[in-house]
Antibody
Framework: EVQLVQSGAEVKKPGESLKISCKGS????????IGWVRQMPGKGLEWMGI????????RYSPSFQGQVTISADKSISTAYLQWSSLKASDTAMYYC?????????????WGQGTMVTVSS | EIVLTQSPGTLSLSPGERATLSCRAS???????LAWYQQKPGQAPRLLIY???SRATGIPDRFSGSGSGTDFTLTISRLEPEDFAVYYC?????????FGQGTKVEIK
């Protein structure tokens, strides 16, 4: 079964760093892109960026460029989303998702989401 | 960046009725690159339609997508109780692959 399993919920303080993960299984991890999508409380979906674990080619939405870092470790089939200094406005659910084929494909496989809460 | 505008914001219907959801793009989107997702409370989104009109694996045929250029439609022919949810369109012809703001289909 193809699946993406994300790390658990996090509660952090403003200014702290954080790295959340998304582990792929049931498919060739290096052959598919992995994207990250933010959903703030009660709000819609926002495309953050996408990475190709095969060669670490990474693309960011201008809204998130410089705010987060997307990476992947193909040896353990895991993609990451990280912050160096969290803000309260980073409080959201974060989903990883796999496009059907190329980067220009719909997301057909989704992780269960990681809730990040940033509060002093 | 392509902006997607969904309408209406909320659709109040009864089970068995037909739902018609609209997604309008700020510039032309090749129909190969338009998707629809369903999201229920507390769950991750689920892909319903890709390529504007192709149903994803396991999606019932009461869901259909159509459209081209800047105007796209998701139709649910007869609403089942499990269809009451929020629906998002997404374009992925350009990066970033933007989403619409969502349409909530609620029970009337």
């Amino acid at each position: 079964e193809v699946q993406l399993v994300q790390s658990g919920a996090e509660v952090k303080k403003p200014g702290e760093s954080l790295k959340i993960s998304c582990k792929g299984s049931g498919y060739s991890f290096t052959s598919y892109w992995i994207g990250w999508v933010r959903q703030m409380p009660g709000k819609g979906l926002e495309w953050m960026g996408i990475i190709y674990p095969g060669d670490s080619d990474t693309r960011y939405s201008p809204s998130f460029q410089g705010q987060v870092t997307i990476s992947a470790d193909k040896s353990i089939s895991t993609a990451y989303l990280q912050w160096s200094s969290l803000k309260a406005s980073d409080t959201a659910m974060y989903y990883c998702a796999r496009p059907k084929n190329t980067a220009r494909s719909a997301f057909d496989i989704w992780g269960q989401g990681t809730m990040v809460t940033v509060s002093s | 960046e392509i902006v997607l505008t969904q309408s209406p914001g909320t659709l109040s219907l009864s089970p068995g009725e037909r739902a018609t959801l609209s997604c309008r793009a700020s510039q032309s989107v090749s129909s190969s690159y338009l998707a629809w997702y369903q999201q229920k409370p507390g769950q991750a989104p689920r892909l319903l339609i890709y390529g504007a009109s192709s149903r994803a694996t396991g999606i019932p045929d009461r869901f259909s997508g159509s459209g081209s250029g800047t105007d796209f439609t998701l139709t649910i022919s007869r609403l089942e109780p499990e269809d009451f949810a929020v629906y998002y369109c997404q374009q992925y012809v350009t990066s970033p692959g933007t989403f619409g703001q969502g349409t909530k289909v609620e029970i009337k």
